[in-house]
Nanobody, 115 residues
Framework: QVQLVESGGGLVQAGGSLRLSCVAS????????MGWYRQAPGKQRELIAN???????NYVDSVKGRFTISRDNAKNMVYLQMNSLKPEDTAVYYC?????????WGQGTQVTVSS
């Protein structure tokens, strides 16, 4: 099993930046993909960025050029650097790990962007 814990959310003004962190523990050697999802009130959870074990990254169009996903394998960490934040980025952000056909989720961290 893989356990995930996120941190780094908070309240920020539009145009500001935040960095989310996620630490993985457990069977981390089996993780294929790590990603960040978000869920805004009344909306479905959506994938916004992921990073493969090869280092390849993928982003949803709405965050391209503003968000950067990265990972530090030595520290079992994945990060999401969020710049130029917009009110529509307000959501609960979840860290996700895919391994051996399973999904593991963190508890979520709230990001609120004020206008």
């Amino acid at each position: 099993q893989v356990q995930l814990v996120e941190s780094g959310g908070g309240l920020v003004q539009a145009g500001g930046s935040l960095r989310l962190s996620c630490v993985a523990s457990g069977s981390i050697f089996s993780i294929n993909v790590m990603g960040w999802y978000r869920q805004a009130p009344g909306k479905q959870r959506e994938l916004i960025a992921n990073i493969l074990s090869s280092g390849r990254t993928n982003y949803v169009d709405s965050v391209k050029g503003r968000f950067t996903i990265s990972r530090d394998n030595a520290k079992n960490m994945v990060y999401l650097q969020m710049n130029s934040l917009k009110p529509e980025d307000t959501a609960v952000y979840y860290c996700n790990a895919k391994y051996m056909g399973y999904d593991s989720w963190g508890q979520g961290t709230q990001v609120t962007v004020s206008s």
